[in-house]
Every structure is written in structure tokens, then in C-alpha cells.
């Protein structure tokens, strides 16, 4: 029998993807997959829908990425973190992401007024009904942008004359050694999402990582499209050296990032860990 494959980082509607869950899951199971995560930003909005939707034949990992930030140097450094399989009700993680997607609603509107400001005619509740009651982002910014005809893709709005530097605004994110605490305390496995993009922007030091592996990391992201095959084997050495288990993932966004699902996986070894290190939410969903 073939090795599964097991892609552990998705985005759905209830954040920046253009998938709804149960289509997301629909098209995990049609590119093959045989286990699929959703890891949807600062929610758990989507679980449900999710699991409804299993095809047989699919296991679903319930997750969210998590937005952090490292204040270790001025200016503190966004990073992201994967938390999987936590109690969706921990009371403290539960108010955490509610104050960070508010945090981002906070920011969203100021951006679109930066922008306003200088002539650009897009506006806030429009973007707003657009995402649905998902958790907004620059990628929902980004589509109202290339819906006035004023950039073509994405990729253009997140260059530096727009959302990537001009009209990027920092949000209010959890530090990331008390999002490692809160997602351990609710029986989740924390993984660092893409450590080492540098083309993302500025990426934190590896001693932070030795600090993070102590404090209760789980495992790093290797293989995801942001890191260059250099970036991908430092990871996979540091985790090596750390103990960490490591992962490899689309980061899926539907038509938000070209990426396929599958495009990067996982070793069963390094899933099967993650699923013996939670006590979350009980097991795995399975369609
Ligand atoms: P935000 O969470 O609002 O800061 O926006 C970051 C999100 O934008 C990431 O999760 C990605 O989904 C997306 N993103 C970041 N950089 C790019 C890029 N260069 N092209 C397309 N999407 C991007
Ligand atoms: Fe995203
Ligand atoms: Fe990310
Ligand atoms: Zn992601």
C-alpha cells in the first residue's frame, strides 16, 4: 500500500481561502489526499462544517494558524504558528482569537482608510460582506483591490506599492510563547507555519526557536512553497537537532494563491506524532 498523503495547513472561507469547508474537504478527498487539516486563520469557525462534509475515506484534523508575534526585537516580528486538535472552548484561547480577529478588523479599516485616503475607491463594508463573517485579512483587501480593476492578482496587491509595504499596517497579534502556553493548556500540538520565508518578510532567529522548543514546541514547517530548498533543509536540520517533528504542507487559500492542495505533504511518521502528542478534541474526525 502507498504511504497516505496527509497535507496538514488549509485555508477555507472562514478565513482567507475562497473554499467553503465542506468544499474545501470535497476537494482535498478529489486531489487525493487522505488527510487534510484545516487550519483556518484565528478560528475554529469552520470545524463544524468540515466534519459534516467528510467524504468517506478522508480524515479531517481540526486546526487553526494562529497569529503571533515575537517581541524580542523592535519591531516585534509577525510568525505563525499551527495549532491542532485544541478544546475549541478553552476559555483563554477562545478569548484570545476573538480579541486578534477583532484586532484585524481594527486594522482592515484602516488600511481601506489609508487607502481611501489617497483616492483609491474601495470600501470597508463591502470587504466585510465579502468575507462572510470569516476572519478578514489583507487577502480580502487585496480582492476588493483587483475588483476596482486597480491591481490584476494578488501576488500585485501584496507588492510594496500596496498591501506588502505602502498600505500594510502591523495588527495586535498573541505573543508567540503565550500562544505556545494556551494551545498546549487546551491539549493541542503548536508548529511553527514556515519559519523560514524569508520572501514573506523578516523571519525570527533560530535561538528563538531552541527558546519555543523548550517552552513546548512541537514541530517546524519545512516544506511549504515560501521556503526556497535551502530554507526547507536549515529547517529540517534545526528540527533534527531540536528533536522537533516536521512537516510539509500546501497552505492551500483556493483561488487566493495558486498553490494546490497536496502540493506539499507529510510524513505519517510526523502526523501520527502530532496525533499522539493532543488531547484536544477527542481523535480524528474520519468521512
Ligand atoms: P494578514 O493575515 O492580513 O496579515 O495577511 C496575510 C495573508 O495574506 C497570509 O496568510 C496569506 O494568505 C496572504 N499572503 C501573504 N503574502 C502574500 C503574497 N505575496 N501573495 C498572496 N497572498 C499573500
Ligand atoms: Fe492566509
Ligand atoms: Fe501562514
Ligand atoms: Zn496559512
Known amino acids: 500500500m502507498s504511504r497516505p498523503a496527509i497535507d496538514l495547513h488549509t485555508h477555507s472561507t472562514a478565513s482567507d481561502g475562497t473554499l467553503s469547508p465542506a468544499e474545501l474537504v470535497l476537494a482535498a478527498a478529489d486531489a487525493g489526499l487522505d488527510v487534510v487539516a484545516i ?14 462534509a467528510l467524504p468517506p475515506g478522508l480524515t479531517l484534523i481540526r486546526g487553526a494558524e494562529i497569529s503571533c508575534r515575537w517581541h524580542g526585537i523592535e519591531p516585534a516580528v509577525p510568525l505563525h504558528l499551527l495549532a491542532y486538535l485544541f478544546d475549541p472552548d478553552h476559555p483563554e484561547l477562545v478569548t484570545e482569537l476573538a480579541r486578534v480577529r477583532l484586532a484585524r478588523e481594527v486594522r482592515g479599516e484602516r488600511i481601506v482608510e489609508l487607502l481611501r485616503a489617497d483616492g483609491v475607491d474601495i470600501s470597508w463594508p463591502e470587504i466585510m460582506a465579502a468575507a462572510g463573517g ?6 480580502h483587501i487585496a ?3 483587483i475588483r476596482a480593476g486597480l491591481v490584476a492578482t494578488t501576488t500585485e496587491a501584496f507588492g510594496a506599492d500596496w498591501l506588502g509595504e505602502r498600505y500594510r499596517l502591523p495588527k495586535e497579534d498573541v505573543d508567540v510563547f503565550r500562544a505556545v502556553e494556551l494551545i498546549r493548556a487546551a491539549g493541542g500540538v503548536p508548529v511553527f507555519a514556515h519559519p523560514r520565508a524569508t520572501r514573506r518578510g523578516r523571519i525570527v532567529p ?13 514541530g517546524l514547517e519545512a516544506d511549504h512553497e515560501d521556503h526556497s530548498p535551502a530554507e526547507a533543509a536549515h529547517v529540517r536540520a534545526l528540527a533534527a537537532e531540536l528533536g522537533l517533528l516536521v512537516t510539509g504542507s500546501s497552505d492551500f487559500h483556493g483561488t487566493h494563491k495558486t498553490v494546490r492542495l497536496g502540493a506539499h505533504t507529510t510524513a505519517p511518521e510526523a502526523y501520527e506524532r502530532i496525533v499522539a502528542a493532543a488531547s484536544g478534541v477527542t481523535g480524528v474526525a474520519s468521512g
Not at 487550519?39 to 459534516?52: F, Q
Open 143 to 145: 480582492a476588493a483591490l
Open 206 to 218: 533560530d535561538e528563538l526557536i531552541v527558546e519555543l522548543a523548550a517552552a513546548g514546541l512541537a
Open 39 to 52: 487550519t483556518d486563520h484565528d478560528t475554529t469557525a469552520g470545524w463544524d462544517a468540515a466534519v459534516r
Open 134 to 139: 470569516g476572519t478578514v485579512g489583507r487577502p
